[in-house]
């Protein structure tokens, strides 16, 4: 069997779970790990070129997973190759998925490949269970919860308050608030009433505590809007106990089909680690793009796009008589 011929571009944490998902997946091979640095310093048993290089292999990847962040790699990096190769991402920051898919497909489009972006769970899996349920309850409220996990985001914006060393941040959903939803009560919930935050802190020796935990729980678009508890703990715990990418998190929709006939819809996530799964999900997706370029399609889609039986390895038979 020929296998599909996959390159990775950008070796943080997803990049490493890219590599862990390919090696696992039968029809794939990889081509190698593209990064901005030099090759020499990355640590890795698969092949590792300079992202400088990447059109020397033009005609010998089928697919790129860019493992960019979203914040800014992406931005140009997708574009950029989106012009040379068949490519998947897991652009996150929803805000802004509607422009850079245009230019997405722009530059598919101008190098007649095709492109997926915004795959992972968050956008990805939760929006194809968001637009399901939608689909299948019309009258009704879709909820989306996250955590019990790690945000990366809210790690970081603590690490750059003077006086921290290290931090890590758990966004926990707020049970009581789920089985209010579940139980068919019609809720308006503001952010705190949905999940709340708690912080682990290594500060400085000597840095002011109070000040560290006030500036936490008062920063504005991370905190203020949440219940947040802070904890100050030894760099060795921090390390011990707070270091696991773990995440989560739930999509509900609860409907009416006729009155007084209530629907739960639930999906739910429990992840040991985060950049694994997103890069599972990711590799899944590069199987597809793979196969829809190979029936001529172009430009950008996302997973609302793809018909779902082209995720899988196993043959249309083999889906039918194992998983019908
Ligand atoms: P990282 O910060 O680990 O990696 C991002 C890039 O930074 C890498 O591609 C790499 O590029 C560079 N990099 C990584 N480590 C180092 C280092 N030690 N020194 C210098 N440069 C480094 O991000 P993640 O892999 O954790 O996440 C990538 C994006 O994925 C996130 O921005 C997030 O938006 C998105 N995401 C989406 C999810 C979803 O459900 N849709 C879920 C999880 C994440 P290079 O090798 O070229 O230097």
Redesign the pocket.
Known sequence: MEKIKVAIV??????KGAEKAINLAEDMELVGIF???EPKTIESQSKVYS?ENILDFKGEIDVCIL?????T?LRSQGPEIARHFNTVD?F?THAKIPEYFNDIDLAAKEGNNLSII???????IFSMNRLLAQSILPQGETHTFWGEGVS?GHSDAIRRIDGVIDATQYTVPIEESIERIKAGEKVNFTPRDKHKRICYVVAEDGADKEEIEFKIITMPDYFVDYNTTVHFISEEELKKNHKKMVHGGRVLRIGETSQATKQVYEFKLDLDS??EF?SSINVAFARAVYKMRQEGKIGAITVFDVPISYLSNLTAEEQRAKLL
């Open positions: 950008g070796y943080g944490n997803l990049g990064t901005r640095r992202l493992c960019g962040g979203s914040a790699d897991s996150d915004s795959t992972g769970w968050d956008p990805g990366q985060n950049p997103t």
